[in-house]
Structure formats: C-alpha cells, structure tokens
C-alpha cells in the first residue's frame, strides 16, 4: 500500500491538472454535437399516393432500402402529387413524390422544399374500351384527345394533379368539361368501374411499374391512345415530354404492344422538406440511384435520376450523390459511424485546432502544480531565518518553528518523480538548523 501511494497521488494530481482541458474538450465536442446533430432520426415520413399506384411501390422500395440502416420510412398514402405538396407543407410528411409541371408549386415553396432529383417519367395514360370506341365514334379505336367528346371519363382526383393536366390538354383541344361526363372517382374504384364498362376510359399519371398499368396494359377489349400529335403537346406544354412504349416491350413474345405507341410524360421528382436531416436526403438520394438507374421502358440505364429543370433548389446532398456517388467512408464504415464522422470532421479539425496550443500549457501548469507545494515552505523557512537574526535571544523559540516545519514538510504529498524537491527543501532546513544553533552558541 505505501507503495501504491505514490502512484494514486501521481494520477489523482494528473486528474487535477489535465482535468479542467479535458473537460472543456468534452464541452466543445458535445456543442459540436449538439449543434451539427450528426446522427438521423430513426423515423421519416414519406408521402406515397394511392393503393397500387407507383408511388405506392416506389414507396415500398425506398422504406425497405433505408430498414437496412435503421431508419424506419413510414408511408402515407395520398391522392397524389397535388396532396403531397400539401403534407410538405403542413410537415406531415418530410418527403414526397410529385408530378413535375403539375402546376401546385408556388414561389414560397422555395424556402421549404428541396429536391433530391427527377426519378422516373410518368407517361399519361388513357385506357379506353374498344367497344366504347365503337359504339360512340364507330371506329375501333381512339385517334385523338378529340374524339373523346359525349365519353364517359374519369380523371381522377383533385389531388393528384391529373385534372388540372387532363384539362389543360382537352383546352387545346377545344374541349370543355361540358363536352364530356367527367368523373373523379379515386383509381381503385375507378378502375372497377371501368372494367365494369361504367365508364368508358380511364385517365390517370404513373410509372410503367404500377401494378395497375401493368394490368390494363394485358387485359383483352382494352386499349391504351396511341398519342399521335405527343411532339406537338410537349412544344405547347413545357413540362410534357415526348416517349415512345416500344413494340413489344410488356410482351415480347404475344408482341404486345403490336406497334410503337406515343405518349406524352411528365417527370416525377422527389421532394423534401428543408429541414429535413441531412443524413436522411443522403440516404434517399443514394436509394434513388439504386432504384432509378437501371434501363426501364421510357429510358436508358443512368438516364435518372438527374437534376434537370427542377422546380425548387436542388439539396446539396442530393448533388454530391449524383456527382461523386457512395462516399468514400461509407464503403467501409457503418453508416451511423461514417455518418458521424462526415459530419463532425471539421469540427474536430477545429477542437484539436483549439487544444494543441492548450496541451503545450499543460504539462508546465502540472509541473509549477506539484513542485508549488514545495515552494511555499520556503517563505516560511526564510521567515525563521530573518527572524533569528533580528531576535537572538529567541533562538530556542525559533528552533522549535523549524522543527515544525520540518515535520509538516515530512508529509507534504509528491509524486516520485519529484521526490528530489522535498529533499532539497529538508537540507535547506537543517542548513538553517545548524546556522541557529551557531547563533545560539554565539559563534
């Protein structure tokens, strides 16, 4: 134990010394942390759309992909882009799909929205029975948005942004919601209906993997308007684009479609909220590069995602994925851990920035610390020794002051590596001792 004694005096000394620098290095990582707030919620929202729409499954993709780092995407289901918008805005949801050129951006939203890029074009789509086209334009099929005119036709909600579209498209085509029986039945019950032959086309906005286009597309006595005037729709509307459904491409073997078919698209963009965690953008913008990326029916591999002609700023994270993909730390790393560290380098570039200069104070501070404890004897040492040469005839008194301090000095607590002090200061005593007891003798 005597031995050990040295050694805890040496640590808890350590611990006095360096603790206040520990501590305020501890203080400034934890306002780092707190104010840069590196690690994400474990728990987003994601505005969909309908049951079975591609929204819906898109959702569905991205919830499972972020599982995989912890983040639980909790989907809610809307209407549509218009709706999505909506919780956006409210802070209901912190991301959504929303149809580009769909005409509910506002100017405002630009402080509150980003982007995290255009996805996947969304052709428009209008399935029409065969026997609706006979009957009411006795032709087999539909040749223009034009001869829709005494059709029944549901168009969907108001908010999913197919209305306000479909509208824009009968204007140019001198057609008023007088001219047809329209309906805005919900796609679910829409479609029931419509393969019910209660209504006789169905017109809605989707990516080519919605189950339910997929099943339109295959089912007998229903056929999809070949739009042949597509270029001459995307030079009046800026935000339609002209794409092709290739011969064959649902299947290739029944050839089905028999020939090419024009349509016309717009571009699906995920959005989200500027106040979003930035790790969270992160996480999606590198999903959307997995999911989107391949070749599909309207476009090439790595055509999207991309950041053309976005309606509202461009998140940087966003930016970064696309430009430089996967960072580097995260092919290596845990994503919370290489998240972390992303985030808190250059504030830990500042701290040690800050603590170098002061770890160079430290070790004089602990030094004058331990060998201050010696020092201070010493003003009562030279204390004794002035006072003997003015009061001679007290040199008893003063002797036994020294033996005092000598013994008190005896106890004084020093790490090893110091020891020679307390020496020193014991020979300076008996120094002092000898030089009394001369005095005392009258020598």
Do not use: C
Request: overall charge neutral; proline content about 7%.
């Amino acid at each position: 134990m005597p031995r050990l004694r040295p050694t805890l005096l040496s640590l808890r000394d350590l611990l006095l010394s360096f603790g206040p620098f520990i501590l305020l290095t501890a203080g400034l990582l934890g306002l780092a942390y707190w104010w840069l707030d590196p690690n994400p919620p474990k728990r987003v929202v994601l505005a969909t759309g309908p049951d079975q729409s591609a929204y819906d499954t898109f959702g569905r993709r991205y919830a499972q992909a972020l599982a995989a780092y912890g983040i639980t995407v909790e989907l809610l289901p809307s209407e549509g882009s218009a709706d999505n918008i909506a919780l956006l805005r409210s802070g209901r949801a912190d991301l959504g799909f929303v149809q580009g050129g769909s005409g509910h951006i506002r100017p405002d939203d630009e402080e509150q929205l980003r982007t995290l890029g255009n996805l996947f074009v969304e052709p428009l789509w209008l399935f029409y029975h065969e026997a609706s086209a006979r009957r009411l334009n006795r032709l087999d099929r539909l040749t223009s948005l034009s001869a829709l005119r005494g059709w029944r036709v549901n168009v969907g909600t108001d908010g999913s942004g197919v209305p306000q579209l479909f509208t824009q498209l009968l204007d140019a085509n001198h057609l008023g919601p007088d001219n047809l029986k329209l309906s805005r039945l919900a796609q679910t019950p829409a479609t029931v209906a419509f393969l019910a032959q209660k209504l006789d086309a169905l017109v809605f906005a989707s990516a080519p993997e919605s189950p339910l286009v997929q099943m339109l597309l295959q089912t007998p006595g229903v056929r999809l308007l070949n739009v042949q005037q597509a270029q001459a729709y995307a030079r009046r509307f800026g935000f339609l684009a002209p794409v092709v459904l290739p011969q064959g491409v649902v299947d290739l073997a029944a050839n089905r479609p028999a020939q090419d078919l024009h349509l016309v698209a717009s571009t699906t963009s995920l959005l989200a909220r500027s106040d979003t965690h930035p790790a969270i953008l992160q996480l999606f913008a590198q999903t959307a590069q997995h999911l989107h990326s391949p070749p599909g029916w309207f476009n090439r591999l790595r055509e999207y995602p991309h950041l053309d002609l976005a309606e509202v700023p461009v998140a940087a994270e966003a930016e970064r994925a696309l430009r430089n993909g996967r960072p580097l730390m995260q092919r290596y790393l845990p994503f919370w851990l290489a998240n972390l560290v992303e985030r808190m380098w250059l504030a830990l570039g500042l701290i040690i920035a800050l603590a170098l200069p002061l770890s160079r104070v430290l070790p004089p501070l602990y030094t004058f610390r331990i060998r201050s404890r010696v020092f201070r004897w010493y003003a009562e040492l030279r204390d004794i020794e002035t006072r003997a040469e003015a009061e001679a005839a007290a040199i008893d008194g003063l002797l036994r002051d020294l033996d005092t301090l000598e013994a008190r000095a005896e106890k004084i607590p020093l790490p090893l590596a110091y020891t020679d002090e307390l020496y020193a200061l014991r020979h300076h005593i008996e120094l002092v001792r000898q030089r009394l007891r001369r005095l005392e003798g009258g020598g």
